[in-house]
């Protein structure tokens, strides 16, 4: 069994540190809109950090709490690659998609969903055969909707003059089903 190692900023409502410190992480919760459709986070359901990635964490504290916010770092974090679901793995990937291939047809519906609301319907199937999905993190690198916000969030980088190009900053997200899952050395509130 293998493992990664990172060290994990989850950005949360600023708040009294003492009880941010104990309490956090925070849950990402599936709400329903006014509309009636439920909102599902990026990866479901879950307590989500960011990976190595303190400027990420910064952003989305601006951005989602209007500067109101704390972060806190998780020093040195075990995850287990096993019960990982690794959107960067093309393995992992291709699991995924063969996984969402055979329910497309069972469930006519779904094939309107969203990558959170298949990792939310291969949860409850988890729950009656834990060999179907043994995933508790899910790891994706986000990109944002605006492309040149994105591009400068990102990096963005060309190999050469070829127009090819890479991301020298990603922003990877990691969900973790439970908030006794992440497993570290230490956690400090850094802002």
């Known amino acids: 069994m293998s493992n990664y190692l990172f060290t994990y900023q989850h950005t949360c409502a600023k708040g009294v540190k003492a009880y941010i410190l104990h309490k956090s992480a925070f849950k990402s919760t599936i709400k329903k809109k ?8 990026f990866l479901g359901e ?10 990420a964490a910064h952003s989305w504290g601006k951005r989602h709490y209007k500067n109101e916010y704390n972060v806190v770092e998780y020093i040195d974090s075990v995850i287990s690659r ?13 699991y995924f998609k063969e996984l969402i ?20 319907f291969f949860k409850k199937l988890q729950k009656i055969n834990q ?9 994706a690198d986000e990109n944002h909707p605006d492309i040149r916000m994105n591009d400068e969030m990102k990096a963005k980088t060309e190999f050469n003059y070829s127009g090819y190009y890479t991301f020298l900053d990603p922003l990877i997200i990691l969900c973790a089903v439970n908030k006794c ?4 050395r230490s956690k400090i509130i850094s802002f």
């Open 34 to 41: 006014e509309n009636g459709k439920l909102y599902i986070p």
């Open 46 to 55: 879950g307590f989500y950090y960011w990976e190595e990635n303190i400027d």
């Open 82 to 94: 096993d019960e990982t679901l690794d959107f960067l793995n093309r393995r992992d990937l291709k």
């Open 101 to 120: 291939e055979i329910y497309k047809n069972k469930r006519p519906e779904s094939k309107k969903w969203f990558i959170a609301n298949w990792i939310e």
């Open 131 to 139: 060999e179907k999905f043994p995933y508790i993190y899910f790891r």
């Open 181 to 184: 899952n992440l497993n570290s």
